[in-house]
T-cell receptor
């Protein structure tokens, strides 16, 4: 297993267009997270899945954002009617917490979105 | 309101020197404090982590010092190397799944 993979790595779009990002977590990980990172800042939590259930969403996730994780495997993050303020790196992370395992986050390399 | 405050924003250290990055928090519900290292164009990678019942943890050249009463923790990088040049994020976790990250410290180790 090569870790968390994200696609595409870079996306340039015009304001008002829709974009979709995909995340493939580490195969045995049951938890999947989406974070957003802007330049010079730490990652900010967007949403979290345990298996296929979306258990929490941040207030940062406006109604233009939707995330899914069908069958508890890969996940998609869609942004509708993109705005320039959506320009950021979108990071996916996965974890698997059992017993003494601390449930550390394993991040992908991110999908960088630029909205013109 | 930022849950974890990190300083300095940037740091320049000579090769062989000690790099020190500090973080502070307020919420006593945090139960796990990891540090992440991020290289340009890459996602953050776990470097070292500590639980609040331990005052210090060392892994190779990297040490976390934890002061529970002061609600502060710091990362020390001994014998800093140019390959350590990266952005470092402290983080704190509560409620099993909620991780809060500091704003990051860009470390530049001069050869």
């Amino acid at each position: 297993d090569t870790g968390v993979s994200q696609d595409p790595r870079h996306k340039i779009t015009k304001r008002g267009q829709n974009v979709t990002f995909r995340c493939d977590p580490i195969s045995e990980h049951n938890r999947l997270y989406w974070y957003r990172q802007t330049l010079g800042q730490g990652p900010e939590f967007l949403t979290y899945f345990q298996n296929e259930a979306q258990l929490e969403k941040s207030r940062l996730l406006s109604d233009r954002f939707s995330a899914e994780r069908p069958k508890g495997s890969f996940s998609t993050l869609e942004i509708q009617r993109t705005e320039q303020g959506d320009s950021a790196m979108y990071l996916c992370a996965s974890s698997h917490r059992t017993g003494a395992n601390t449930g550390e986050l394993f991040f992908g390399e991110g999908s960088r979105l630029t909205v013109l | 309101q930022q849950q974890v405050k990190q300083s300095p924003q940037s740091l320049i250290v000579q090769k062989g020197g000690i790099s020190i990055i500090n973080c502070a928090y307020e919420n006593t519900a945090f139960d796990y404090f990891p540090w992440y290292q991020q290289f340009p164009g890459k996602g953050p990678a776990l470097l070292i982590a500590i639980r609040p019942d331990v005052s210090e943890k060392k892994e190779g050249r990297f040490t976390i010092s934890f002061n529970k009463s002061a609600k502060q923790f710091s990362l020390h990088i001994m014998d800093s190397q140019p390959g350590d040049s990266a952005t470092y994020f402290c983080a704190a976790r509560k409620d099993v799944n909620k991780f809060y990250f500091g704003s990051g410290t860009k470390l530049n180790v001069k050869p």
